[in-house]
């Protein structure tokens, strides 16, 4: 039984689980259960990039993807719909046309994929040695503008503030736009 | 631990069985913690109203009350609406509870060389916070899924709530992350060693008053009175839970509890010293593990005990505000986030940043030096026990640029605020 290499093992289980997951969102008709899907495959790929040692990554994926979902679930979804269960019909062009852009976005990955040499697997004593690396502090340094893994060029703290700077801009934007409106009346009232 | 095991039996068994106690251990902490927190409850709020409480399940405290509450739950029937959505109404009660759960995997429970965590995390703090989170899920599924406008009314309730008030609780947060200089929870309470002088709720009067703001946005995050808008009995008959009945909706209960438990938990280890008590009972008797495993282990034990004690008092003080405060209206627990936890977390956080930047090193309002071995666990910990030491010249490298990194955590907080 110790044949068994365990990361391949938990890199099939957690796969298969975003994999089933994804196509049961494809296949359930129900919008919310589509979701509830959608969440627990992106969770499975949380599992993945745990699995890989990219432990930010992973609680990210938790945190944005997976409450995201959330979010787009109540606000998106919920509160817009009129029926009490949204049903979702698709019909048999949809599925083809659908067929054909993902088995084709498919192809070209898996290609690109199989086709690099570097990405090719390794042998089983040279995954072990490998000694895990602490992923936070190189990513916070590089965002602070100082790169750990080669301190001579220049990190990334100009995009970290622009993005910053484009996420400050659309909460207020998306808070002006949600608040409560006054009427015009009430407003010249006062 | 299953490193150790393997050198007796399979790897594979070892993995299992180390595996297996992790789940067990945190199951049980979860299970059993429910119980007595309810029964807890019960006497609490018995005694702030002026009753007895339970008195006559298993003597004289009737300390046996939840067991004989959780026989009846076991044989009420399993309902369902007859309008409702059957899959996810089931499976709703299992997402809160998972998700509750979880959220221990990453805590620690006695810090040193060999934690006692069952997976340690680089993120900790980040990854209990992210999976927190996913507890409200399970609320919304179980809301939309019972088809009663109650239960919907009281999920959007908890949805808006929850995302509203992960904002100043974020904020709260990286306050010991920065002064710690980890988001590793071992590392975060591994700094605060010593007696409490040197807690990070002490560490200057920013964080003192950070402290309470995380208090108020904890309890709001996990739905306790006064801000449980979700469950409001006087307008929403029970909330989200309204169609559930036995287990399933002791499995809310259970995820209530064991999140509340889990932010008392992470409370202690952020502001209140984690394992390392108010008073260092574990230095004066020298337990540390390089006396021994045996000493090292009655030392992580204090820990640990200290650690569930702090926990369990946190959730006592949760209780005593449910009995006490009257319940919020919707908008006024929106104005509490929105318009003072807020606001009053950034500024904090801004404070916090620049006493840090003027007074690094210091503990206990800046009045005490910290002993540099102290110091030096907070200051880039995580890099020097997970890099090997063949990679020692890149960590010096690292802890250079953490010297240099503050100025610039200044400038970002500046802008980002």
Redesign the interface.
């Known amino acids: 039984m110790d044949s068994i290499y365990w990361p391949t093992f938990f890199f099939y289980l957690f796969s298969g689980l975003a994999c089933a997951f994804a196509v049961a969102v494809l296949l359930s008709s129900n919008i919310v259960r589509m979701a509830f899907y959608l969440v627990l495959s992106l969770g499975a790929t949380a599992g993945l990039m745990f699995l890989a040692g990219a432990e930010f990554v992973g609680a990210m994926q938790l945190l944005i993807y997976v409450g995201g979902t959330l979010v787009l679930l109540i606000f998106g979804v919920m509160l817009t719909s009129q029926e009490r269960f949204v049903v979702m019909k698709t019909w048999a062009g949809d599925w083809v046309k659908a067929f054909l852009a993902g088995g084709a976005l498919l192809f070209i990955l898996a290609y690109a994929a199989f086709s690099i040499p570097e990405w090719r697997g390794i042998e089983r004593t040279e995954a072990d040695a490998i000694v895990a690396q602490p992923t936070v502090t190189p990513i916070a340094m590089g965002l602070l503008g100082a790169r750990t893994d080669d301190p001579s060029r220049a990190g990334y703290l100009l995009p970290f503030e622009i993005v910053s700077v484009h996420l400050l801009v659309v909460l207020i934007g998306a808070a002006y736009l949600a608040r409560a409106k006054r009427s015009r009346s009430s407003i010249e009232k006062i | 631990m299953a490193p150790f095991l393997s050198q007796y039996i399979?790897?594979?068994?070892a993995?299992t069985i180390a595996g297996l106690v992790h789940v067990v251990l945190i199951l049980n902490l979860v299970a059993v913690g429910a119980l007595v927190f309810i029964w807890l409850e019960r006497k609490i709020s018995g005694r702030i109203q002026d009753r007895l409480g339970p008195t006559r399940v298993g003597g004289k405290f009737g300390w046996l009350q939840t067991l004989a509450d959780g026989i009846k739950l076991l044989t009420k029937e399993d309902l369902a609406p007859a309008?409702a959505?059957h899959?996810?109404f089931r499976?709703a009660p299992y997402v809160s509870f998972c998700a509750s759960i979880a959220a221990f995997i990453a805590i620690p429970f006695a810090g040193g060389e060999y934690p006692w965590i069952a997976q340690h995390?680089?993120?900790g703090v980040?990854?209990v916070?992210?999976?927190l989170?996913?507890e409200?899920?399970g609320v919304?599924?179980a809301g939309?899924?019972s088809?009663s406008k109650w239960s919907?009314f009281g999920a959007?309730r908890e949805?808006a709530q929850v995302?509203s008030y992960e904002v100043p609780l974020g904020m709260c947060v990286v306050v010991p992350v920065l002064i710690a200089g980890s988001?590793d929870l071992v590392v975060i309470g591994d700094s605060q060693a010593g007696s409490l002088l040197n807690w990070f709720i002490f560490h200057d009067p920013f964080t003192f008053i950070i402290f309470w703001v995380y208090c108020t946005c904890a309890t709001a995050s996990v739905n306790r009175a006064p801000f449980d808008l979700a469950e409001a009995e006087s307008e929403l008959v029970a909330g989200f839970h309204t169609e559930y009945s036995g287990l399933r909706w002791s499995f809310f209960f259970m995820a209530e509890y064991g999140s509340m438990f889990s932010v008392s938990i992470l409370a202690s280890i952020l502001f209140l010293g984690g394992w390392h008590g108010p008073i260092p009972v574990t230095n004066f008797l020298d337990l540390s593990p390089e006396n021994g495993p045996v000493l090292g282990y009655m030392g992580q034990l204090i820990g640990a005990v200290n650690v569930i004690g702090k926990g369990v008092f946190g959730v006592c003080i949760m209780m005593w505000i449910r009995w006490t405060l009257p319940r919020l209206r919707i908008d006024q627990v929106m104005a509490t986030c929105l318009k003072y936890c807020t606001p009053i977390a950034a500024a904090m956080f801004l404070g916090a940043t620049l006493w840090q930047l003027q007074m690094p090193g210091k503990a206990f309002f800046g009045l005490i030096n910290v002993s540099p071995s102290v110091f030096a666990i907070g200051d880039?910990g995580?890099?020097t026990r997970?890099?090997?030491p063949?990679?020692s010249k890149?960590d010096v490298?690292?802890q250079d640029?953490?010297a240099?990194?503050k100025p610039?955590?200044l400038e970002?907080a500046q802008?980002?605020l």
Do not use: C, H, P
């Open positions: 399979w790897t594979w068994l993995y309008g959505d899959f996810l499976i995390l680089n993120v980040f990854f916070l992210a999976v989170g996913l409200v899920f919304i599924l939309y899924s088809a919907l959007m949805a995302v988001l880039g995580s890099a997970l890099v090997k063949a990679e890149q490298n690292e640029q953490i240099r990194k610039a955590s970002l802008k980002g």
